[in-house]
């Protein structure tokens, strides 16, 4: 915390820790699911630049990198990819 911002209890700092850890969860869901997904177009035979266009945010050279990542480090079922 920096000098601008006010001191919190103990109750409030425990509760803002979970909820952030939480948050941490869902995205690391998130891109597991993501990465199914994009794994799944692959297999589709979908181009970098179709797979880029649906994600709505991803660029193709950030799904080629991701694909390169997954055919290197397959995700295990159920568990959430990193990197």
């Given at each position: 915390?920096?000098?601008?911002?006010?001191?919190?209890?103990?109750?409030?700092?425990?509760e803002?820790?979970?909820?952030?850890?939480?948050?941490i969860?869902?995205?690391?869901?998130?891109?597991?699911?993501?990465?199914?997904?994009?794994?799944?177009?692959?297999?589709?035979?979908?181009?970098?630049?179709?797979?880029?266009?649906?994600t709505s945010?991803?660029t193709q050279?950030a799904?080629?990198?991701?694909?390169?990542?997954?055919?290197?480090?397959?995700?295990?079922t159920?568990?959430?990819?990193?990197?």
């Open positions: 915390m920096t000098d601008d911002e006010p001191e919190v209890s103990d109750s409030m700092l425990t803002r820790l979970a909820e952030t850890t939480r948050r969860e869902d995205g690391e869901k998130a891109r597991a699911e993501r990465d199914k997904l994009l794994l799944e177009a692959r297999r589709r035979e979908w181009t970098q630049e179709r797979i880029a266009a649906a945010g991803m050279q799904v080629s990198k991701r694909l390169r990542y997954l055919a290197n480090n397959p995700p295990a159920g568990e959430p990819t990193t990197e």
